[in-house]
């Protein structure tokens, strides 16, 4: 009987031996490892998350294509309010007779003069002792278009 009890354990030994080793060896634990309810839960998480991915991308392209348009509006409206500005600096420079008047006050014509600033009428073209000097009413520069 003793033999019998000395086999038994020493094929039990062999055996979890064998079966560790071809566990570790062969790839036999990935079966025991994705089977396991935890790694199932874990993966279809992930599932979520890779879609939730994906969504957050879609949006960012979309973002991305508004945020284009954006920049792209508002450097059109950029280049526009620079030639209404330019325009209506340009109007104003030679309705007043900047040059004219700094020749004939013996001012160097090439020397650099500050534009009045514009307001919203502009005084020197309206009134009594206008530009023309004859006391009558002149017509205002070019009013810029209404944007529609």
Request: cysteine-free; charged content about 20%; glycine content about 10%.
């Amino acid at each position: 009987m003793t033999r019998f009890t000395i086999g038994l354990l020493l094929g039990l030994l062999i055996g979890i031996a064998g079966t560790a080793a071809f566990l570790i060896t062969a790839g036999g634990g990935d079966y025991l490892i994705v089977t396991s309810p935890r790694v199932r839960e874990l993966e279809a998480a992930l599932k979520n998350v890779d879609q939730d991915r994906q969504w957050l991308r879609e949006r960012l392209d979309e973002a991305h294509d508004a945020l284009a348009k954006l920049e792209s509006r508002f450097t059109a409206l950029a280049a526009r309010f620079e030639s209404i500005t330019s325009a209506a600096t340009g109007s104003d420079a030679a309705s007043s007779g900047a040059a004219g008047s700094a020749a004939a006050t013996g001012e160097d014509a090439a020397a650099p003069t500050q534009s009045p600033a514009p307001t919203a009428t502009p005084l020197a073209d309206h009134g009594e002792g206008g530009a023309d000097g004859a006391g009558l009413e002149t017509e205002p520069a070019d009013e810029p278009a209404s944007a529609s």
